[in-house]
Nanobody, 116 residues
């Protein structure tokens, strides 16, 4: 079955960096676009970044453009999100996501807290 397991979250000061990872299994990872979402307390879940399957083209939310980088390693079935210049408003639970055969799959999420 499809499994997505996020890791790498934590507490970081404003201006700091974190790298999130998502280990994927149960499907042919290289065939599917992958996404990072986040959900802050009291807010709706929002799309942060998307990476296409083979060619790896990327799309970012305006709020993270120029600060975050999404990448994938198809040999290791791993999705990453490099986050730089973090701001308090980036505080959220971050989720990786894939849509396969019309079914949406989510990981359990990893908490990112940006605070001094």
């Amino acid at each position: 079955q499809v499994q997505l397991v996020e890791s790498g979250g934590g507490l970081v000061q404003p201006g700091g960096s974190l790298t999130l990872s998502c280990a994927a299994s149960g499907f042919t990872f290289s065939r599917y676009a992958m996404n990072w979402y986040r959900q802050a307390p009291g807010k709706e879940r929002e799309l942060v970044a998307t990476i296409a399957n083979a060619e790896g083209s990327t799309v970012y939310a305006d709020s993270v453009k120029g600060r975050f980088t999404i990448s994938r390693d198809n040999a290791k079935n791993t999705l990453c999100l490099q986050m730089n210049s973090l701001k308090p408003e980036d505080t959220a639970v971050y989720y990786c996501n894939v849509v396969r055969w019309g079914i949406v799959y989510w990981g359990q999420g990893t908490q990112v807290t940006v605070s001094s």
